[in-house]
């Protein structure tokens, strides 16, 4: 059971590139999340996902974009990297149903982004 | 603005040694989460805590659950090298805007030296 999968681990971009962050889960989880982690400031989210089709900001969205066109895969879109992106990001997911909001997350191991 | 407020930030210990870290906030949750983050991982969860006043224990680890579901601690007894990473709280929203979403704390990073 693989879990939760990110590609790539590092990553370098040049100021002004795009790239995609990949996440891919195999638990049949229906909540997915971006977050950002930077020394010393916790985990900030960025989007999440409760289904197939439907995405919604987190506290910090700008610069991002997501989409969720099936369970398994909730890729991240970067489209002019800029600086301020340098950061570990973590895709996570869980699952819940009704009023069951103590779900635990499962998260992926990160990528570590770099915008020089 | 930091909805859970975690101190310490950092903690270097010897081995053998207790310690406590603590997870504040004037915010209600319905339940607070706890996480341990190795180098190069993600984060995992240790334990749930729902109730107020609720205690779990973990093997050498203890956590608490604030009888008004504000805060939560962490105590870790005899710490050992093994147990070195980052800790992290988050707690779930209970009410309006802020229900079900989960606040993370900035987390504590542990250092436990033989």
């Known amino acids: 059971n693989a879990g939760v999968t990110q590609t790539p681990k590092f990553r370098i971009l040049k100021i002004g590139q795009s790239m995609t962050l990949q996440c891919t889960q195999d638990m049949n989880h229906n909540y997915m999340y971006w977050y950002r982690q930077d020394p010393g400031m916790g985990l900030k989210l960025i989007y999440y996902s409760v289904g197939a089709g439907i995405t919604d900001k987190g506290e910090v969205p700008n610069g991002y974009n997501v989409s969720r066109s099936t369970t398994e895969d909730f890729p991240l879109r970067l489209e002019l990297a800029a600086p301020s992106q340098t950061s570990v990001y973590f895709c996570a997911s869980s699952y819940r149903t009704g009023s069951s909001y103590n779900s635990p997350l499962h998260f992926g191991n990160g990528t570590r982004l770099t915008v020089t | 603005t930091q909805l859970l407020e975690q101190s310490p930030q950092f903690l270097s210990i010897q081995e053998g040694e207790n310690l406590t870290v603590y997870c504040n906030s004037s915010?209600?949750?319905?339940?607070l989460q706890w996480y341990r983050q190795e180098p190069g991982e993600g984060p995992v969860l240790l334990v749930t805590v729902v109730t107020g006043g609720e205690v779990k224990k973990l093997k050498r680890l203890t956590f608490q659950f604030g009888d008004a579901r504000k805060d939560s601690s962490l105590h870790i007894t005899a710490a050992q090298p093994g147990d070195t990473g980052l800790y992290l709280c988050a707690g779930v929203g209970e009410r309006g805007s802020t229900l079900g979403r989960l606040y993370f704390g900035r987390g504590t990073q542990l250092t436990v030296w033989p």
């Open positions: 915010s209600v949750f319905s339940s």
